[in-house]
């Protein structure tokens, strides 16, 4: 067993009352990688850690994946299967100083020619300089770091840290899984849990992909005492639901609103419903969510119904004036409308095109004949001359150039053949017409 700064002689695993008030996922940490369930993708044989094990190259890892399953008891495993000394910290308790007496202890440990397998539990929570600090003892094999984190690696650590470390996704525990490991933990137990079959599939649901919360909510459920099975209706009313996996900042924010804007984006109003609920209920600002809501209507929906957007900001004032839950309603009325409605991203690329454009052309003035002249030296300088009033045209259509003098006219805007946009593209072929019936009649 290693501590933090060194090298402590391992005690004997304890015995009798001892063991039994240790708590049921520690009593039931795997002792060998093909102990290890549910994360077969990088721990088989052909698999990226298999592999690495077979050929004895072990390198620089980053275990990226949700709580609860199995990124440090593989990260000590590792240290077994490769003969190193296991160190672990945690970056929300540790800071220069302690490196430095980790990286001292390490190369004591290097000297002897014992290898270390630094295990960082929530490595993304160290600053910059701190993350550059691990890349000297990485390359000189002072230590094998296996970082920790729940975080996308690629937001939040170094790219110099990550170009010298192998991104391994570990995965939410799924529910074959996590049957497995109640079912080992039965074995130890000793004895089956007071649940009839639904109760059992409750109990799986309410750890939600994480395997250590499943364990302490079997360890809850063993001390029941019933004189018949529970079904899931009493058993929730003496567990509690582990709390869903979201952090207003972190991945779960991000991967749930990008599920909802694309599932509006794709017309389909039960699973925008659904990606709605599961933000509120985790307890997302429902501001954010009509800023985002509002942001679909004008990006996914546009012109194809230009009562969207105003929908939206009615959605959001209501919020507003009724605050939560009942306003909450009101977003969710938005979602289904703009799940349901027309779709056109039409306008937000023709929006994007001329943006790319005015910043390639730079300051090209607009042709004087549409310029305001209020002077005499403007209109000496021939501002606003040759200018033709569309309302004196006979069709309103005066079909001059609006561009820069030197600039060829450019189409941004293709409105689809969907909803109000059919209208629209009516329009742009009209004047389309009149544009080269001017054109032929000014030769």
């Known amino acids: 067993m290693t501590d933090l700064f060194g090298d402590l002689p391992e005690s004997a695993p304890p015995q009798g009352d001892e063991a039994r008030d240790r708590p049921l996922a520690d009593r039931l940490r795997p002792t060998r990688l093909d102990e290890v369930i549910g994360q077969d993708h990088i721990l088989a044989p052909e698999a990226p850690l298999g592999a690495m094990l077979a050929a004895n190259t072990l390198s620089s890892l980053i275990f990226w994946g949700p709580p609860g399953v199995g990124k440090t008891t593989i990260a000590r495993l590792l240290a077994d299967a490769s003969d190193r000394a296991f160190v672990q910290i945690s970056a929300i308790f540790s800071g220069v100083s302690d490196l430095r007496k980790v990286f001292e202890a390490a190369k004591t440990r290097q000297r002897i020619g014992q290898g270390t397998l630094l295990f960082v539990d929530e490595i993304h929570r160290f600053n910059k300089a701190q993350q550059d600090g691990f890349l000297p003892h990485m390359e000189d094999g002072t230590i094998v770091l296996v970082g920790a984190t729940t975080e996308n690696p690629s937001f939040e650590l170094n790219s110099a840290l990550l170009s010298r470390s192998q991104v391994l996704v570990l995965r939410r525990l799924e529910t074959e899984a996590l049957n497995e490991l109640m079912a080992r933990a039965e074995e130890m137990l000793g004895k089956q849990l007071p649940l009839d079959a639904d109760a059992r599939s409750a109990l799986v649901q309410m750890a939600d992909g994480d395997g250590r919360a499943l364990l302490n909510l079997v360890e809850q459920a063993s001390t029941i005492v019933a004189d018949a099975p529970l079904?899931?209706?009493?058993?929730?009313?003496?567990?509690?639901?582990?709390?869903?996996?979201?952090?207003?900042?972190?991945?779960?924010?991000?991967?749930?609103?990008?599920?909802?804007?694309?599932?509006?984006?794709?017309?389909?109003?039960?699973?925008?419903?659904?990606?709605?609920?599961?933000?509120?209920?985790?307890?997302?600002?429902?501001?954010?969510?009509?800023?985002?809501?509002?942001?679909?209507?004008?990006?996914?929906?546009?012109?194809?119904?230009?009562?969207?957007?105003?929908?939206?900001?009615?959605?959001?004032?209501?919020?507003?004036?009724?605050?939560?839950?009942?306003?909450?309603?009101?977003?969710?009325?938005?979602?289904?409308?703009?799940?349901?409605?027309?779709?056109?991203?039409?306008?937000?690329?023709?929006?994007?095109?001329?943006?790319?454009?005015?910043?390639?052309?730079?300051?090209?003035?607009?042709?004087?004949?549409?310029?305001?002249?209020?002077?005499?030296?403007?209109?000496?300088?021939?501002?606003?001359?040759?200018?033709?009033?569309d309302h004196d045209a006979e069709d309103g259509f005066s079909g001059q150039h609006y561009f820069p003098d030197d600039m060829e006219r450019v189409s941004f805007y293709a409105p689809p053949d969907r909803g109000f946009e059919r209208e629209m593209k009516k329009r742009l072929a009209y004047f389309e017409k009149l544009r080269a019936k001017r054109q032929q009649e000014t030769g």
């Open 231 to 389: 079904g899931p209706k009493e058993l929730t009313a003496r567990l509690q639901r582990r709390a869903a996996q979201y952090d207003k900042s972190g991945d779960a924010h991000y991967n749930l609103i990008s599920a909802l804007h694309k599932a509006v984006r794709g017309s389909d109003p039960d699973a925008a419903m659904y990606w709605l609920a599961r933000m509120l209920a985790a307890g997302e600002d429902p501001r954010f969510l009509a800023r985002r809501i509002t942001r679909m209507a004008v990006e996914d929906i546009g012109l194809a119904d230009p009562q969207a957007n105003r929908l939206c900001l009615d959605a959001w004032a209501t919020y507003e004036r009724l605050g939560s839950p009942e306003g909450e309603l009101a977003l969710g009325q938005a979602v289904l409308y703009l799940a349901l409605a027309p779709k056109s991203n039409a306008a937000y690329v023709a929006y994007k095109q001329a943006m790319g454009l005015a910043k390639q052309t730079g300051s090209e003035p607009p042709p004087k004949h549409i310029l305001n002249a209020p002077t005499t030296l403007m209109k000496e300088e021939g501002y606003g001359s040759g200018y033709a009033y």
